[in-house]
């Protein structure tokens, strides 16, 4: 027995035989919606892992530009990246340790924080490996970016109209359907202007 409701393209009672969201129940459609492009998103991309090498690289290329304490380089890859390539602490302090190791950079205690410059030498590798794209900037890896971070902002639109439609009010849920409407006539416009 079909329980599916004219116009319902999922199916009917308990997502029906699709599987689908309940438009019956408009709340939990819209969270079901969410959840299941939320988890595309997520299942399509994850955190972008890139090479120790690409490590040793930024933070070459970073401090080519000038000194830096460890958690600034941290940030500076973060933002130059467009936000998909955060590197741990625990990648970025074994890196400069190695490198000052070679003799690449030194460290200097400033205002009880180590702050790193090249050396000579480190100058001259960084100068070397400028010849190449930053690894936030290779062609590969800037696609990467680019769909990464559009993966990430439609996972977290996702998130947020699930959480509205769990906890709004019907005002709120409506008010939420709106935006959202707005958004996906504002992102085919985008893709009508190119």
């Given at each position: 027995m079909n329980t599916s409701m004219p116009g319902n393209p999922f199916g009917g009672s308990n997502g029906g035989p699709t599987g689908g969201p309940d438009?019956?129940?408009?709340?939990?459609?819209i969270f079901e919606v969410m959840d299941q492009l939320r988890s595309a998103f997520e299942q399509r991309t994850g955190p972008t892992r890139m090479a120790r090498g690409d490590v040793r690289t930024a933070v070459l290329s970073l401090l080519a530009e000038g000194p830096m304490h460890g958690y600034q380089?941290?940030?500076?890859?973060?933002?130059?990246?467009?936000?998909?390539?955060?590197?741990s602490a625990g990648s970025v302090y074994p890196t400069l340790q190695l490198l000052a190791d070679e003799g690449l950079i030194t460290a200097e205690e400033r205002g009880g924080r180590k702050t790193y410059s090249l050396t000579e030498a480190g100058?001259?590798?960084?100068?070397a490996a400028a010849e190449e794209p930053a690894p936030w900037e290779a062609s590969g890896s800037r696609t990467a970016f680019k769909h990464s971070a559009l993966a990430k902002?439609?996972?977290?639109?996702?998130?947020a109209a699930a959480q509205v439609a769990r906890t709004g009010t019907p005002d709120q849920i409506e008010k939420?359907?709106?935006?959202?409407?707005?958004?996906?006539?504002?992102?085919?416009a985008i893709l009508a202007d190119a």
């Open positions: 438009f019956r129940r408009p709340a939990a459609a380089i941290i940030h500076e890859i973060e933002e130059r990246s467009g936000g998909t390539w955060k590197p100058q001259e590798t960084a100068d902002s439609g996972a977290d639109l996702a998130g939420a359907a709106a935006v959202l409407d707005d958004a996906r006539r504002k992102l085919y």
